[in-house]
């Protein structure tokens, strides 16, 4: 199985603040690597596919970066809206598919 | 817009099967190339895949479920299922239903992502 590992596991962050989250891969995925954010008490929704391709209607300040085993998401400025997890998924080699362990960014 | 909507018991008895169905609005489970999911989330935790179903029937499992999971496709109502047997508290979750969308690349490869989920139903495993 691919382990997706995600860095940090939890930042405090501002609004307004450029903030950036790491996904490692245990092996080369390419790009096949996606993106979701999580409210509470919600499901999961896609932000970036393919590493860095914006899913439809999801804000710009969302940028996703990366090829092989290393990838970022980049939240360009903060908005209150955006304090949620955040998790990374591959689907290069499945089954099965993986997800990183989610990186919460809560409000400093 | 397809909207997906989890069903089933609340809770469920250990060494029990969890029997949970999925019911699909707004398009066909059949036509398309998409694959339809489950996946699991314990209290805290992050996400667990447990499985997918293709239009045409074929399944996937995560091996670490394998031999206890059976998704299946019921076409005359919309819908796909998950029984899960042999259940233990470790079972306890929240389980999300997912339709896989996709997208093809310049080379023709499909690229598969989450696109649409269920809202979640928490299963809890206890006697």
């Known amino acids: 199985d691919i382990q997706m590992t995600q860095s940090p596991s939890s930042l405090s962050a501002s609004v307004g603040d450029r903030v950036t989250i790491t996904c490692r891969a245990s092996?080369?995925?390419?790009?096949?690597l996606n993106w979701y954010q999580q409210k509470p008490r919600k499901a999961p929704t896609l932000l970036i596919y393919?590493?860095?391709r914006l899913h439809a209607g999801v804000p710009s300040r969302f940028s996703g970066s990366g090829s092989g085993t290393g990838f970022t998401l980049t939240i360009s400025s903060l908005q209150p809206e955006d304090f949620a997890t955040y998790f990374c998924?591959?689907?290069?080699?499945?089954?099965?598919?993986?997800f990183g362990g989610g990186t919460k960014v809560e409000i400093k | 817009q397809v909207q997906l909507q989890e069903s089933g018991p609340g809770l469920v008895k250990p060494s029990q099967t969890l029997p949970l169905t999925c019911t699909v609005s707004?398009?066909?489970?059949?036509?398309?190339?998409?694959?339809w999911s489950w996946i699991r989330q314990p209290a805290g935790k992050g996400l667990e895949w447990i499985g997918r179903?293709?239009?045409?029937?074929?399944?996937n499992y995560n091996p670490s479920l394998k031999s206890r999971v059976t998704i299946s496709l019921d076409t005359s109502k919309n819908q796909f299922s998950l029984q899960l047997s042999s259940v233990t508290a470790a079972d306890t979750a929240v389980y999300y239903c997912?339709?896989?969308?996709?997208?093809?690349?310049?080379?023709?490869?499909?690229?598969?992502?989450?696109?649409?989920w269920g809202q979640g139903i928490l299963v809890t495993v206890s006697s």
């Open positions: 393919a590493a860095s």
């Open positions: 179903l293709y239009t045409s029937g074929s399944t």
């Open positions: 707004g398009g066909s489970i059949s036509s398309g190339s998409y694959y």
């Open positions: 092996q080369n995925i390419i790009n096949y």
């Open positions: 997912a339709r896989e969308g996709y997208y093809r690349d310049s080379s023709g490869y499909f690229r598969y992502y989450f696109d649409y």
């Open positions: 998924q591959q689907t290069y080699s499945t089954p099965p598919i993986t």
